[in-house]
Each structure stands twice: as C-alpha cells, then as structure tokens.
C-alpha cells in the first residue's frame, strides 16, 4: 500500500522534475539549507554528516540515489525507518533536493563566488601553495596533488583544507621524522606504515621503502604540514578566490558553468 | 618546521628515470612492461627460485583491492614499487611486503571496464581509462599530470589494455569490435599526451584493402585493437594484433577478406604507417581475434638464423611469420579439436571446409568462439626453446542471426551454444616452434574458464595459471609439477617475477586479489 502510494506521488510530480541547472541555484541551496536546519539536522546533523540518521554527505546511498528518489523518500518517508515523511509543496521539497545535492557535489559543479583568476594568483604565488601542491605537474610534491581537486572535492572539503588543514589530515600525508639505527635522519609524509614497514615519500618526491626494524625512532606529527594560519594571512576574499580556482580544477574539462 | 620544509621542497631531488633501453632490456629485478619485454617471450633472468626449490615457494604477502572488476592486470615493477590497475584505477604497493603506498582512482571515467594494467617511462605510470582516456601520473607521488581522450565511448568505443610506453611514446588501441567501431593504433607523446599517428585497422573507400569489405560501411567494421602489442626496437616495428570483422558471425554484408582484421600489422613506431600485415583468418565468422600474443624470438629455422614471430591463433593453428617481412613461414594445428580447415596452405591461406560456416540453423565449429588460445599470455624459454600456450580443446555450436546487426549494441550477428556432452578442457602445451609439434602437454581439469598466462625463469621454472585457481609453477623440459598454490579464484591474469630487497618474488593477480610468492624463510622477530 505504502509502495503505491510512492508511486503515485512519483508518477503526480514526473512532469515536474527542476533541470539539474534548477537544483545548483545557490538561492534554492539556501532555501533548502534553512529548512534543513529547521527539520533535519537533529537526526542527520547539521553538516549532513549523520547522527541518529544516516550520512547525507558522504553516504554512497544518497550520491547514488536519483533525485526522483531523493524527492520521494523526503515527501513519504522511507519505510521500515524513522524517516518520516514531510508533507512540504513540491517546490520546498525540490530545494531540499538541492541542498543535499550540493552537500556532497563536486565543487566542480557547483556555482562557487570568488576570482578564479586572483585565486590562480594566490595558488602560485602569494599562498605559496604550489611549493607543496601540484596541478598539472607543476608544484611540489609533498601535498596532495590539486590537478582534480574540482572534481574529488566538495567546496567545503576545500574549504576547510585551507582554512583548517589539521582537522583531517588526508590519508597518507601524515608528517614523520625518522631516524633510522645507523643515524640517518629522514622526513617526510608517510604514505602508510604498520607495525613491520613505512613508506615514506620525503620532500624531494622520492619514495622510501623501510623496514621498522631498521629505524631507532618513529616521531609521527598530529598536525598538518600545511600552515595552519591562512584564515589570517588571507583575507575572506582571497580564500573564496583561492576555493574558486581549485574548484574550477579538472583534468577533464567537463565543468558545465 | 613548516619553514624548513618548504625550503628543501625547493631543492628538487631528480629520482631515476626510467628509459626505453632499461624497457628494452627485458626483465631483471624490475618489470618495466606488461610481458616484461618488448617482444613478450616473458622470460626472467632472475634465479633464486629454481626448479630445485620451488617446492618451498610460500605466499609472502595478499593485497586486497576493493571493487576489483575481474583483475586482469600484470604488474609493473620499478625499484620495490608495484604497480597494479583495475578498473580506473592505479595502485602503488610496497612490492616487498604488500603494503599501499597510493591509489588514483579517476573520478571521471563513463565506463567501468576491465584493465590490463599499466606502463612506465621517466617519471611517469601510465594507464587508459574504461572510457579510453590515456592518463599520465607521477610514478612516485602518483599526482595526475595529463589525461587525454583518444576514443570516443558513444561511438561503441572502449578501452582495457595496457598501454606500451616506448622512446618518447606510448601506443594504445581500443575495444569495441563487438559493436562496429572502426579499430585503430595511436601513439601519443609520453610527455604531454599529444597524438603522433594514428593507423586505422579497416581502410576507407580507395584505400588499400577498402575492397575486402564487399558492401559494409567500413566506418564500421570492427578490427578492434584491444591487447597489448610486441616491438622489436631493432626494426622499429610494432607487431599489433587485430580482432573480429564486425558483424562477428554474419558475413552476409562484408563477402571478403575483411583486411585487416584478425591479422597481424607491423607498423613503424616512427610513422605510424604499415610496413606489412598478415591475415590469419580471412573474412572471419566465429570471433577469431588474433589477439593473442605475437611472440617476438630470433632463432634458428631451418637452418637459418631469422627474426620470428611466433602466434598460437584462436582458430587454432598455430604460426611462425618471418618478421622483418611478413613472409609465411608455417601454420600447423596445436589443437586436436579443429573442424574448419584441413590446414594452412602455402601462401598462409587456410584451407577452409566448405559449408561448415556458421548458419541459420546451428553448427558445431571447432576450436570454440573463444578459441583455441586467446589473450593468455605464452612465454618462451631460451633453454628449452619451447613456446608454453594455455591451450582449450572446445567446440560450439555457432548460429547465424537472421537480424538486422545493430550497431552499438554489441551485436554479433548471432551466438554459439556449448555442445552438449562435449565440455572443454584446458592444457597447457609446449610447443617447438621448428615444427609446430607438442613436446608435452599439462592437463587442466576445471571449468574451462580461465584466463591466466605463464612465465618463465632462468631458474628452470615455468609458472602458468590453471583453469581450477592454482598458480603452477612446471618443469619447463617436461611439464612435470614442482608446486602449486590455490588462489581460491579464477585467474584472470598472467603471473610475472620482479627482485626487491634482494629477493626473488611471483606476483599474480586473481580476482579480487594480488597474491606474492616467495622462498620460504623463518619470520624475523618484530620488536614493538
């Protein structure tokens, strides 16, 4: 019963599915995210990151859903759930559809504000970001490479890997100081390590096999070799043009707008 | 700290490069293409493992990938790094123990497909994506420098090879002749992606060969050139194989040879333009791609010293080409199931039984649609002069469509059945290419189902995947067993050896897994 009615909400609002341009509106983001606050952020918490209900960020099942679907289970609820259903207008529901879309879209996709041009300016030169971070082969190579940022990157992921670089750390960009039995000293990012061997990639781009057993000491660092102060080396501008730029950064050129 | 780091990031250390001649050496500690040299005889020098104790070979390490797609990958090995692919995807292992040391997976990609594996010059890995993208990334840090689409997926296009980095180029082909593409080889610049040539398999109107096609759209065609070629770098040739004349099984549109499809090219690495080509199965109705491997060995034939090229063929003879012309040499039958043709005539034609063509009504063909050998890799031993070929003894029932062929839409213009009470088996064979004669043979009892090649070693070891999920490690003089191990899975891959720390190791994917052998040795005690 509960399966019929879903679908005749479905077929009742096929004729009205918004175009995926509809859904990136900034102002209907907004929208949605002022609704979500109001009805959602309790079970899924205010990030979308999860709580009582499931991860709308990140989880596989929402980036996987349909917007059909997304619509569906937001006005009826999922069964067999706590999911509720909201008896919102068709319109109000879209805009949630928005939101939770631009909770885990590319930032490739979406409408970012900011210069991208002063942004390629501050990536090069002012920010000194290049001197650890490639795009295309040009930069350093002791942070995570940014050719795809766009692409693999939510805006707030990059935001935050500006403005906070310690809080996540990306996996395999962890800083050590090793010295090895012998004495020799080696820094770098350690690519992934266990109780019987490190991979370490030093500032320089080259990899180091070892083994734990040859070194005298492991000192793994807790915060992000990435500066920490950009929030006030740079001014809020500069760092929406700074996101602007990355955002706009993909191998492939298939950024729509 | 901070401050310090960023000033040595300045003081770039240039790390090793990997060079063509280090390719074109062939095998030693590292593994530097997907047959481990260019002309894929896929034979070590290393010796630690031997036939003497390779009984005592023992699983070293097993690296899991996730959302693997059927690994059909050979490794690359370059200074303890592993570089493995599955589908969009390179990973970086620590060849010594396992361990990741990165992943690029393409966020990009419209098509998920299997992957063959990657290629390696300078400072870079490279591999294509599902949606025939060649991608460059940094062999140490794994940072995307470049990715350029040279094939067009709505067009039926796809890509699962592994591509073949050589000079300053790296040469790729495509799938897709199950769905009418038109087949080509392309060289693209190793530094920035840029295309050099591109050599069409199926010519247009008055070009050589366009009247083989009888009244099909050669924009169609087919010819697709999904594996991996051979190189000889003395001639500069390429030596690419070709696949099915597309409709596979219906050749009511395209009465003719269909050049140059199911053949041989040899194309000039510099050029891009055909220096010769041979065509093993004329006007092909069963899906007899030539793809397996075109074995490159310089050996005596006849008495005389010549520049072969050796090629088990899925149709089920098996052929020595003189490789710096074209010229036939021999064709003889490496299968005792064969019912298409009496044999290979003089000017390397085959003999073909009349009416046992796929038809209408069904009839049983041997060697089956997938051949009687296909993409498994052989290798060959110097010693022994022996070529090993993962062989099938199989028919099918073939029956012709009476359908319009659609393009794109994978049609084949018909199918095939099993016979009934007739399962295949698969064995592995030694073939002496003198005389085309089996020298011995390895029964594989199983499902008939794999896909796995073989390898061999100046330690007196051939390893060979079999059709029940063991990697085999054989006698190469007589085929007797030394040892095997049971990966649990089909293999879906050709094992390769690669030293690391001064030790020999046997990787082979299966599966969902990268399995590593070694010799056995205590455990050293870790102290934490």
């Known amino acids: 019963m509960r399966r019929y009615f879903a679908i005749c909400a479905l077929s009742a609002f096929a004729q009205a599915i918004p175009s995926d341009k509809q859904l990136l509106d900034p102002a209907w983001i907004n929208e949605g995210r002022r609704q979500y606050r109001l009805a959602c952020g309790g079970c899924h918490g205010n990030g979308g990151e999860g709580g009582r209900g499931p991860n709308l960020a990140d989880g596989a099942s929402v980036k996987r859903a349909k917007n059909e679907r997304l619509f569906g289970a937001i006005k009826n609820g999922v069964p067999g759930t706590d999911m509720p259903g909201f008896n919102w207008d068709d319109e109000k529901t879209w805009q949630m559809v928005a939101f939770l879309r631009s909770l885990s879209a590319p930032a490739m996709q979406a409408i970012v504000p900011g210069d991208v041009e002063n942004g390629r300016a501050i990536f090069h030169g002012r920010g000194q970001c290049s001197g650890c971070h490639m795009i295309r082969g040009g930069g350093g190579f002791i942070g995570p490479d940014l050719t795809d940022a766009g692409a693999t990157r939510t805006v707030k992921q990059l935001r935050e890997g500006i403005v906070a670089p310690s809080d996540r750390i990306a996996e395999g960009f962890q800083t050590v100081k090793t010295v090895a039995v012998n004495g020799t000293k080696l820094n770098g990012v350690v690519k992934n390590r266990n109780n019987y061997s490190l991979q370490i990639l030093d500032e320089g781009g080259k990899l180091h096999l070892i083994d734990a057993a040859s070194l005298r000491e492991i000192n793994l660092e807790l915060k992000s070799l990435m500066p920490g102060d950009y929030k006030t080396k740079l001014s809020a501008k500069e760092i929406d043009d700074l996101v602007a730029y990355l955002a706009r950064q993909s191998v492939r050129a298939e950024a729509k707008w | ?528």
């Open chain 2, 1 to 528: 700290m901070v401050k310090q780091f960023l000033f040595l990031t300045a003081a770039i250390v240039l790390n090793a490069q990997v060079k063509h001649e280090d390719i074109a050496a062939g095998p030693g500690k590292n593994w530097l293409t997907y047959h481990g040299d260019f002309g894929a005889i896929r034979h070590s020098p290393l010796k630690q493992i031997t036939r003497a104790n390779a009984g005592n070979l023992v699983a070293k390490w097993t690296y899991h990938v996730d959302n693997a797609l059927k690994l059909e990958s050979t490794p690359i090995v370059y200074e303890g790094v592993m570089y493995i692919t599955n589908s969009n995807e390179v990973v970086a292992l620590d060849a010594r123990t396992g361990r990741r040391i990165g992943r690029y997976l393409d966020a990009h990609s419209q098509l998920r497909r299997v992957n063959k594996g990657a290629a390696i010059l300078g400072d870079r890995v490279f591999f294509v994506t599902g949606d025939a993208h060649l991608v460059a990334l940094h062999r140490s840090t794994g940072a995307l420098l470049w990715s350029k689409q040279y094939a067009d997926p709505s067009k039926g296009y796809v890509a699962t090879l592994a591509p073949l980095a050589l000079k300053d180029r790296v040469v790729v082909g495509v799938g897709g002749g199950d769905s009418g593409v038109r087949g080509f080889v392309a060289a693209m610049s190793a530094s920035t992606g840029e295309e050099l040539w591109r050599f069409h398999t199926v010519p247009l109107p008055g070009e050589f060969g366009a009247d083989t096609w009888g009244k099909l759209n050669t924009d169609w065609g087919g010819a697709a050139t999904w594996m991996h070629g051979t190189y000889d770098p003395e001639l500069n040739l390429l030596y690419w194989p070709t696949g099915n004349p597309w409709p596979d099984l219906n050749n009511e549109e395209r009465q003719g040879d269909n050049l140059f499809s199911c053949s041989v090219l040899a194309i000039d690495v510099a050029t891009g333009k055909r220096k010769w080509h041979f065509q093993f199965t004329p006007g092909d109705t069963r899906d007899w791609d030539a793809q397996s491997i075109p074995v490159l060995i310089n050996g005596d034939y006849k008495g005389k010293p010549r520049k072969l090229l050796l090629h088990p063929n899925r149709n089920g003879f098996f052929y020595v080409l003189d490789r710096v012309t074209g010229e036939f040499l021999s064709g003889t039958p490496f299968v005792d199931r064969l019912n298409w043709a009496t044999g290979i005539g003089k000017d390397g034609r085959p003999l073909e039984i009349p009416k046992i063509q796929p038809n209408a009504v069904g009839i049983k063909n041997c060697p089956s649609l997938r051949g009687a050998s296909n993409w498994m890799s052989p290798s060959f031993h110097p010693k022994t002069q022996l070529l090993y070929v993962p062989t099938l003894e199989q028919c099918d029932i073939f029956t012709t469509s009476g359908l319009p062929a659609a393009k794109l839409l994978g049609s084949l213009g018909g199918g095939v059945d099993p016979v009934p009470g007739e399962p295949g088996q698969f064995f592995l064979r030694a073939i002496d290419y003198k005389t085309g004669k089996k020298v011995w043979e390895y029964p594989m009892p199983g499902p008939g189902k794999m896909w796995g090649g073989t390898l061999t070693t100046a330690g007196d070891v051939l390893f060979a995947a079999d059709d029940d999920g063991n990697l085999l490690a054989l006698d190469p003089f007589n085929g007797k067993h030394l040892w095997h191990y049971s990966t649990g899975q089909n293999l879906t891959a050709s094992p390769m050896t690669f030293e690391a720390g001064g030790k020999q190791f046997v990787t082979i994917l299966a599966g969902t897994e990268v399995y590593t052998f070694g010799l056995f040795e205590p455990s050293p005690r870790v102290t934490q």
